[in-house]
C-alpha cells in the first residue's frame, strides 16, 4: 500500500538538511518496525519520496511524503507508530491511504504560503517597510540565479503571488508571502529577501516558516 | 531589560544558534540527535568530552561513546560532547567573541570542571589547542589557576603522551571503563573536600594508569632526551596501563545517539574483543591492547538486536583489530548474516584476514551489499612479510581473493606500507608483483563466473616507527627516500588490469612519526605552529607546512631528529616511564628476531612470554593454556 503523510520541521531540526531528512524518517521507520517496501535491485532502499525539499534553516508545519508499505497500515496506525519513533522537532500530522494513485506528488504541488520574521538589524520605520514590501509586487524583480551554467539573471516576479506585512514593531517585523511553488520550480525566498533588503536599504536577519504548501488533490481518489 | 540568568542562557543560546545557523554543516554543531542524555539538576559534575576533529569523525569513535555512557550512568555526572569546530565556525566563533560550546547544553567550555580529550592520533593535537584557546583556557598546564577546569586525556597516543605533556594536567593509561570512575570518584572526593589543584591531583596519581606529568622533570644531554626525573615523591615511578578483564561484562555504549548528518562509521559497531594475537611488529594496537579479550557472541547479539531497535541504523559492523580471530567468528559470521539481512540489516566486516575467512562464510554474504573487501597484506615479498612479522602468506591471499571474485566481489582493496625497516628495492617491486598476480587471478577467471571488471586498489602507506612496538627504535625513511620508492612502485604498477595505485605520502606521516616518539620540547613547536595557523594537520588541505618548518626552526630542533634517527636499544626513552605491560626485553627480542627474518607465532599457538613474569597475572589467554583448558 502507499501512504502519504504531511508532517512538521520545527526549530529543533530546522538545521537538518533535505538529504539527512530522508535517513531521518528511514531510520524513524525502522524503529517503528514499519513493514516498508524496498526498491530491487543492488542496492535496495526504501521507497519514500518527499513533494519537495525545505530550505535549511526554515522550519514548516506543511511537508508532504509518500512511502510504500508491504502490508496494510491504517493512517492512524501509521502516524501513532511512526510519531513514537521521531525525534522531536519532526511528526506526522496527519496521513491517508493514496489508494491506487501512482504518480509523484510533487506536481501536485501549487503554491506555498511562507510566514517570515524579520529582525532588522536597525529600526527601519513602518512606512518605509510597507512602501518596500509592496513595491516587490509591481514590475518585474530581477535577481542572480545560480544555475549549472553559471550565474543568471531572472525575472522572479511571475513566482511571488503575494507580499504583505503582517505584524510590525520598530526592530522587528513578521511578512505573510505566497509564492508559486510547483514541480517546474518555485518562489525562492532568500532571493526575494536579497531584493527587499536592496530596496529598503537595511539588512535584517529572518526566520522563515513554511505554513502551507497548497496541493491539488483532485487526482487522488479519495 | 531583565538580566536574569535564565535570559541570559536564553540569549546566549540564541546567539550560538545564530552563529550555527551560518556555517556550511550546521548539524555539526546543533546536537538534541535522538538518544543524546539530558540531565537537570543543580550540582552535576560537568564533563566535556572532547574529540580533536571533527563531528563526523569524533561521533564515529566507539571508544568516547563508551566513555560518554559510563559517566552518564553516574549520578553525580552530567557528560556532553565537543568536536574541533571546523574553520568557518573557529572564525565565527573569534569574530563574535562567543566561548567553543558543548553540544547538549550549548555551555561553554570554561564552565566545565573537566575537560577530557580523545587523543586517537598524532596529528590532532593542534586542534586541542583551538578548542582550549577558543575557549579562553590557557594552553599550558601551567598558567591555569585554581578555577581553571582540569583538562584530562585518553587514548592511545597516552603510551607516549610527553609532547603534550605541558598542556594536559592527567592521562589516562589504557582501558577507560574502570579508570574513569576511579578518577570521578576521586575528583568527586577532593571537590567535597574543597582540595586544591595540587592536593587533587596527588590524589589522583595515585590511582593506578594516571598519569600527571607536572610531577616528573625531563632532562635532556647533547640534544638528546635523557632522563626524567620526579619531582613529587608520592607520584609513581612507572605507569602501568590498565586493562579491563573481563570485557563482556564491561560497560558498553548504551543507547547509541543516532546522528543527524552522515557521519564516517554511521552503523553498530560489534566490538568482538580487544587486543590481538598476532604481533605485527610495526603494529601499536597489537601491543598496547593486549592481552587479548573477547566478549561473547550472545552477549553481542543481545546488544546488536537492542540498539538495532534504538536506533534504526541499517548496518551491523563487526569491527576488532582482527575480526577473523574471533574464537566464535564461524558462528557469528552467519549468526548475524541470517538474522539481520532478512530485515535489510547489511553486515560488514572491515578487519577480517584472509587467512581465517572462509570460503562458505563468503558465500553466504552473497545475499548482503558487497562494500569492497580489503585485504592488508602489508609488504609485497615474503621476506619482508617474515621481517615484520605478517603471517600471510601469497598462497592464502591469492586463493582468498579468487573465492571472493567468485563470490561475485570485483572490489578489492589492498594495503601495504613502503619504508619498513630493512625494505629493499625488490620488496617494494614485490607489491606489484602481488597485484599482478591479483588482477591475474579475476581475469583469468570464465566471464560468467566473476563480475564485469575488477577494481583493485593498491594503497601505500609510509612506515611510522611507533613506541611500544619491536620497531620504536627504527627510523622513518627521509622524504627523498619515501618519493623514489613510491616512483618504483607506481611505473611498476603502470598497466596492470583493473590496478589502481593510491598512495599517499605526505609531510604528515613525518609529522606524525616525530610526535610518536618525541618528548617534552615539542609542546612549544606546536604551540608555534598553532600561532602560525597550523590546524586539522591530518587533513591534507589544512596542512601548513610552513608554519611547521619556522617553529621547528625557532626552537632548534627537526623534525629529523625525532622521525629519522635510529636510536638505540640501550638509549632512554622519552616514554620509558610508562608502563605498557609488554616488557622493554620483550620489544628488544622482537627487534632482533624481525633482522633474522624469524617468525614469532600467533599467541593461540604459544605463549611468547610479551608480559615477562607477569604473563599469568595479565593473560587469560596464557593462564586458560597453563591450566591445560587451551
Ligand atoms: S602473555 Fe603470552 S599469550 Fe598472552 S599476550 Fe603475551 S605472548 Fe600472548
Request: net charge negative.
Amino acid at each position: 500500500m502507499r501512504i502519504i503523510a504531511a508532517f512538521s520541521k520545527l526549530e529543533p531540526v530546522k538545521f537538518v538538511s533535505h538529504l539527512d531528512m530522508q535517513r531521518l524518517f528511514q531510520r524513524a521507520f525502522r524503529r517503528a518496525e514499519l513493514p516498508l517496501s524496498y526498491s530491487k535491485g543492488f542496492n535496495p532502499h526504501p521507497l519514500l519520496s518527499f513533494a519537495t525539499a525545505l530550505s535549511v534553516g526554515y522550519t514548516s508545519e506543511s511537508e508532504y511524503f509518500d512511502v510504500m508499505l508491504d502490508e496494510y497500515l491504517s493512517p492512524e496506525e501509521f502516524t501513532r507508530r511512526v510519531n513514537a519513533a521521531l525525534p522531536e522537532g519532526v511528526r506526522i500530522t496527519s496521513a491517508l491511504d493514496a489508494g491506487d494513485f501512482k504518480g509523484s506528488l510533487t506536481p501536485l504541488m501549487r503554491s506555498a504560503d511562507y510566514d517570515a520574521v524579520l529582525s532588522f538589524d536597525a529600526p527601519v520605520e513602518r512606512e518605509r517597510l510597507e512602501a518596500a514590501v509592496s513595491s516587490l509586487l509591481d514590475g518585474e524583480l530581477i535577481v542572480d540565479k545560480k544555475t549549472k551554467g553559471g550565474i543568471k539573471s531572472v525575472d522572479i516576479r511571475p513566482m511571488l503571488l503575494e507580499a504583505s506585512v503582517a505584524d510590525y514593531s520598530e526592530n522587528h517585523a513578521r511578512l505573510e508571502i505566497r509564492g508559486v511553488l510547483s514541480a517546474e520550480g518555485g518562489l525562492p525566498p532568500e532571493l526575494l529577501f536579497g531584493v527587499l533588503e536592496e530596496r529598503l536599504g537595511a539588512s535584517f536577519s529572518r526566520r522563515v516558516h513554511r505554513k502551507k504548501i497548497e496541493m491539488d488533490w483532485s487526482d487522488l481518489k479519495l | 531589560m531583565n538580566f536574569s540568568a535564565s535570559t541570559t542562557a536564553e540569549e546566549r543560546l540564541e546567539r550560538i544558534n545564530a552563529l550555527i545557523s551560518r556555517v556550511e554543516k550546521p548539524t555539526r554543531y546543533m546536537g538534541g540527535e535522538l538518544n543524546m542524555r539530558v540531565k537537570q539538576g543543580e550540582g552535576l559534575f560537568r564533563f566535556a568530552l572532547c574529540f580533536p576533529d571533527t563531528y563526523e569523525i569524533g561521533m564515529s569513535h566507539l571508544g568516547s561513546r563508551i566513555i560518554y555512557n559510563v559517566l552518564n550512568n553516574r549520578e553525580d555526572t552530567y557528560a556532553e560532547r565537543c568536536y574541533a569546530p571546523w574553520v568557518d565556525m573557529e572564525a565565527l566563533l573569534r569574530e563574535s567573541g562567543e566561548k567553543l560550546f558543548s553540544l547538549e547544553t550549548k555551555r561553554p567550555l570554561d564552565e566545565f570542571h573537566v575537560i577530557a580529550f580523545s587523543l586517537l592520533y598524532e596529528m590532532c593535537y593542534t586542534n586541542i589547542l583551538t578548542m582550549l584557546e577558543l575557549s579562553g583556557i590557557p594552553l599550558r598546564s601551567c598558567e591555569r589557576g585554581e578555577d581553571a577546569p582540569l583538562i584530562v586525556a585518553g587514548g592511545p597516543c597516552v603510551c607516549n603522551s610527553e609532547p603534550i605533556a605541558e598542556i594536559v594536567d592527567v592521562f589516562f593509561f589504557g582501558d577507560g571503563e574502570e579508570l574513569v570512575n576511579e578518577f570521578m570518584d576521586a575528583y568527586a572526593e577532593g571537590r567535597r573536600r574543597g582540595a586544591k589543584k595540587r592536593e587533587l591531583l596527588l590524589d589522583l596519581c595515585a590511582i593506578p594508569g594516571v598519569y600527571v606529568p607536572a610531577f616528573y622533570r625531563a632532562e635532556y644531554e647533547n640534544g638528546q632526551f635523557a632522563r626524567l626525573i620526579k619531582t613529587e615523591e608520592a607520584a609513581p615511578d612507572c605507569i602501568e596501563r590498565r586493562i579491563v578483564r573481563d570485557l563482556d561484562r564491561a560497560e558498553f555504549t548504551g543507547d547509541l545517539i543516532v546522528p543527524y548528518m552522515s557521519i564516517v562509521h554511521d552503523r553498530i559497531a560489534l566490538e568482538l574483543f580487544r587486543g590481538c594475537t598476532r604481533g605485527c611488529r610495526f603494529c601499536q594496537a597489537g601491543f598496547i591492547y593486549r592481552p587479548i579479550r573477547e566478549r561473547r557472541m550472545s552477549t553481542l547479539i543481545e546488544y546488536a538486536d537492542e540498539q538495532l531497535k534504538r536506533t534504526g541504523h541499517d548496518e551491523v559492523s563487526l569491527f576488532s583489530l582482527s575480526s577473523g580471530d574471533y574464537s566464535e567468528i564461524h558462528e557469528m559470521v552467519p549468526a548475524v548474516l541470517d538474522r539481520y539481512t532478512k530485515n535489510r540489516i547489511s553486515v560488514s566486516f572491515p578487519s577480517l584476514r584472509i587467512d581465517s575467512f572462509l570460503k562458505d562464510d563468503l558465500e553466504k554474504m552473497q545475499g548482503v551489499r558487497k562494500t569492497g573487501l580489503t585485504f592488508a597484506p602489508e609488504a609485497g615479498t615474503q621476506r619482508m612479510r617474515d621481517i615484520i612479522n605478517k603471517g600471510v602468506n601469497e598462497d592464502d591471499l591469492l586463493r582468498t581473493v579468487k573465492d571472493a571474485f567468485e563470490a561475485g566481489w570485483q572490489g578489492v582493496k589492498l594495503y601495504f606500507m613502503i619504508g619498513l625497516p630493512g625494505e629493499t628495492d625488490e620488496d617494494v617491486l614485490g607489491i606489484a608483483e602481488l597485484a599482478r598476480k591479483v588482477s591475474r587471478e579475476f581475469y583469468s577467471m570464465p566471464k560468467d563466473k566473476r563480475g564485469k571488471g575488477l577494481r583493485c586498489t593498491v594503497s601505500a602507506s609510509t612506515f611510522v616507527p611507533k613506541p611500544f612496538t619491536p620497531f620504536q627504535w627504527e627510523p622513518q625513511i627521509d622524504v627523498d627516500e619515501v618519493l623514489r620508492r613510491q616512483a618504483l612502485l607506481r611505473q611498476a604498477l603502470k598497466g596492470i588490469r583493473g590496478v589502481e595505485f593510491n598512495c599517499h605520502f605526505s609531510e604528515t606521516s613525518r609529522l606524525e612519526a616525530c610526535f610518536a616518539r618525541g618528548d617534552r620540547r615539542l609542546a612549544e613547536v606546536m604551540i608555534g605552529a598553532y600561532r602560525r595557523g597550523a590546524r586539522f594537520d591530518s587533513w591534507d588541505e589544512h596542512f601548513k607546512k610552513e608554519a611547521w618548518d619556522e617553529s621547528f626552526a625557532e626552537r632548534g630542533l627537526s623534525v629529523d631528529m625525532f622521525a629519522n634517527r635510529r636510536i638505540s636499544t640501550d638509549e632512554p626513552l622519552a616514554w620509558q616511564h610508562m608502563d605498557a605491560l609488554v616488557t622493554l626485553d620483550y620489544l628488544k627480542k622482537e627487534h632482533e628476531r624481525a633482522f633474522e627474518g624469524i617468525v614469532t607465532p600467533d599467541c593461540r599457538e604459544k605463549c611468547n612470554g610479551c608480559f615477562g613474569q607477569k604473563c599469568a597475572t595479565h593473560c587469560g589467554m596464557h593462564s586458560a593454556r597453563a591450566e591445560g583448558s587451551l
